[in-house]
């Protein structure tokens, strides 16, 4: 295996670029339209690998938020993110007009996710064939399309997706206004850092990397216009966040309060769930590593490097602090960057033979994780539809629903049951004093006595974790007491992950 002596050069950048061959005119044409044309093929495949298997994984407890939030009205929504998930405020409006025209099938759920990772994958092809050449851009798309982490948040339904997108848009839109610093080059930019700060905070990290992008273009152009474009336009792009960032700093606590402080030790599981797959994360560092084995378009590289590498770098740094944001999918943004300088380092290799085999073989090795993430449970272990299932074949109007809350309340077992349940089977929340509707959260209100809030109810439908034959297992003390004062189980069955219990009122 041997690099290139004529490696991919940025376009239009490199002087000693040898002569291209004049081509007849029609060939020239259809040259020149396969080259605008050229990020079709690896969108699609994004986005046919994001829709196949979407419907297999049930939601897990994220995406169950976003489905409460989103199928609440306009109004609820707003008073809900007076309280809770305010830096999700901008996706969850998204996706409450999308299901409000579309429906909440698993699909159709999750295919806004879809369509953002296919237009990830369309700005990582655009930024690869700015920085080096038409091939290079086709590699690095394919290469990002394969990516298992890719499919895997392109079937989420939550806003990783569109961060990937805003960002990597971001990227292209800052390369194209350092060619013309115009104002309307630069207001692209702006509204593209404006979407990624308001879908997710965390990513606006990937400034400090196009800030060092200008400085190093600024230092070979001493073009004073960079250094006052690219500050008003991120301030521009910033006047919408800041209001979210006020919100968001009084509800970090219930955000991101689970994350612990990362240490070196913290890399070994970072780069696997940033990627998707070990083996795959392994591949495309080491093709990384190779765009610095030849001459030209090593300035490139080590530009597309800064956007990949250097928000990790400084987001661990920051974790240190009070508050940890280290987290792999809170850094998926740096993905299309890395499948950028991951291609590459691939399309310098000799001869060419070698760029399809690696193609071939990071796709192979990305297989079994590709399989597993189209899985029933590769969101989540428990099985609410099995659960659903069992309630909607024994139900009778009037029945009760305890779903285990207490510790567990974060695991949303009572959406995760509801989202399953046909419209014609509604339950009676019994020890719910107010729900998460009510209460203008994701969370209900416990019922403080218990006993009194079962009232008449006549049948009682209980889910618990575990596969125990006891019905209570898990349950708050008062709630269990309770049951077991006026209920009797007659039915008792198991799920993947649950019990579903159904309790009848012992005669008087």
């Keep these: 295996m041997t690099l290139s002596a004529t490696a991919p ?44 298997g979407s419907w297999r994984p049930q939601l897990w407890r994220d995406e169950l938020a976003t489905w409460s939030a989103a199928t609440r009205s306009t109004g609820e929504l707003l008073d809900l993110l007076k309280h809770v998930d305010a830096v999700s405020g901008a996706y969850y409006l998204l996706m409450h007009g999308w299901t409000s025209i579309f429906g909440d099938s698993l699909t159709m759920f999750r295919l806004p996710s879809a369509l953002a990772v296919a237009g990830a994958a369309v700005f990582v092809v655009l930024t690869a064939r700015k920085l080096f050449d038409t091939r290079t851009a086709l590699v690095s798309g394919l290469l990002f399309a394969v990516i298992p982490s890719v499919s895997r948040y392109a079937q989420e339904a939550r806003s990783y997706a569109f961060v990937m997108l805003a960002a990597s848009a971001a990227t292209w839109l800052l390369l194209r206004a350092l060619e013309r610093p115009t104002v309307l080059r630069w207001l692209p930019y702006a509204l593209a850092v404006a979407v990624a700060g308001l879908f997710h905070m965390v990513s606006l990290v990937f400034l400090c ?9 600024w230092w070979r152009s001493r073009d004073r216009r960079l250094l006052f474009g690219y500050p008003l336009a991120v301030a521009v792009g910033l006047l919408p966040v800041v209001p979210l960032v006020i919100l968001g700093q ?9 994350l612990k402080t990362p240490n070196l030790h913290t890399f070994l599981d ?29 300035r490139s590289a080590f530009e597309i490097g800064l956007v990949a590498a250097l928000p990790i770098g400084l987001t661990w740094i920051i974790s240190q602090g009070h508050t940890a944001y280290f987290f792999d999918r809170y850094q998926l943004y740096t993905v299309p960057a890395w499948a950028v300088l991951a291609g590459a380092g691939l399309s310098s290799l000799r001869p060419r033979a070698l760029v399809a085999v690696g193609l071939a073989v990071v796709t192979l090795v990305g297989i079994p994780d590709q399989q597993k993430l189209r899985t029933t449970t590769s969101h989540e272990t428990t099985n609410g539809r099995g659960a659903a299932k069992i309630i909607t074949a024994g139900y009778k109007p009037g029945d009760g629903f305890v779903p285990v809350r207490g510790e567990s309340a ?7 049951v509801d989202y399953y349940l046909p419209d014609d089977v509604k339950l009676k ?10 209460n203008e959260d994701l969370y ?23 596969d125990a ?3 209570y297992q898990k349950l708050p003390k008062s709630e269990a007491d309770a049951l077991r004062a006026a209920y009797t189980p007659t039915e008792v069955k198991h799920v993947r992950g649950l019990t579903v219990s159904l309790l009848e009122r012992r005669s008087r």
């Design 9 to 52: 050069v940025a376009e239009g950048l490199d002087a000693t670029a040898r002569p291209r061959r004049r081509l007849p005119a029609s060939d020239s044409r259809t040259g020149s339209l396969l080259t605008r044309t050229v990020w079709i093929w690896p969108a699609l495949l994004t986005l046919a690998l994001g829709i196949r």
């Design 209 to 217: 990397s196009h800030a060092a992008i200008v400085v190093l273009r």
């Design 250 to 258: 009084r509800q970090v606590g219930r955000q991101i309060s689970w």
């Design 270 to 298: 970072y780069w696997p769930g940033l990627f998707g797959s070990g083996l795959v994360g392994a591949c495309i560092l080491a093709l990384s590593a190779v765009s610095a084995g030849w001459a030209r378009g090593r």
């Design 410 to 416: 974060y695991m949303m077992l009572d959406f995760e």
């Design 429 to 438: 929340d019994v020890f719910a004093a107010k729900t998460s509707l009510q």
């Design 444 to 466: 209900t209100v416990p019922c403080k006595q218990p006993a009194e809030c079962l009232g008449n109810t006549a049948r009682v439908w209980v889910v618990t974790f575990g």
């Design 469 to 471: 034959d006891d019905p």
